[in-house]
């Protein structure tokens, strides 16, 4: 922040009249340092809270996508505008994180086929892209991945490090749960995803 006495008028208008250079120079120094720490691969993010447990079962509204992690990106804004519409269309209440369901993984394309969904207080009905799904409880590694969603890969290296080194039976699918909006919270390094692999039955 920047703080100073302006007395009345002359010091008032002056202030005003600076306000957007010091604010234009803060942000060329916050993008620079940004690019600085990206440059020197310093990461912003951590993954905390490595346990099995169950997750419970739910209604959802779900649609589906294919695509690499990059395309992903632009493509989940779109997605989960379509089902908020569908589930204001059906009276749905949102119950829960909004979350993608990576079904599989080409490891030498980067392809996945994906959902993206929204947990509803009770089913609802399928309609053209949109369909209603009910999610059965199932077991799972889970840990909290908190950070920008650009270095999720470093969590799942971790992951997928802890499961080797444990043991640990999981299936080909993976689930990743957004606990906060990006948008009431601007803040990246404190974005929370929850990161799940369902155990093999």
């Known amino acids: 922040g920047f703080y100073e006495d302006a007395p009345y008028p002359v010091g008032r208008v002056m202030m005003a009249l600076m306000k957007g250079s010091i604010q234009s120079d803060y942000e060329k120094g916050l993008a620079n340092l940004k690019e600085l720490l990206g440059e020197k691969g310093v990461k912003m993010s951590k993954l905390t809270g490595i346990v099995t447990e169950e997750i419970p079962g739910f209604f959802a509204l779900v649609t589906a996508g294919r695509g690499t992690m990059e395309e992903m990106t632009s493509k989940l804004s779109g997605m989960y505008g379509l089902l908020m519409t569908s589930s204001q269309a059906q009276g749905l209440q949102i119950t829960g994180a909004p979350f993608t369901h990576y079904l599989n993984y080409d490891e ?29 409880s199932f077991m799972a590694l889970k840990a909290l991945h908190t950070g920008p969603y650009n270095e999720l890969g470093d969590s799942y290296t971790k992951l997928m490090n802890h499961i080797a080194e444990q043991k640990i039976e999981t299936g ?20 929370q995803t929850v990161i799940a692999f369902p155990l093999k039955k």
């Open 108 to 136: 030498a394309t980067g392809i996945s086929d994906f959902e993206a969904g929204l947990p509803v207080n009770k089913a609802g009905k399928s309609k053209a892209e949109v369909k209603a799904v009910t999610v059965p």
């Open 172 to 191: 080909t699918e993976a689930w990743e749960f957004y606990m906060n909006d990006p948008e009431m919270v601007p803040d990246e390094t404190k974005w």
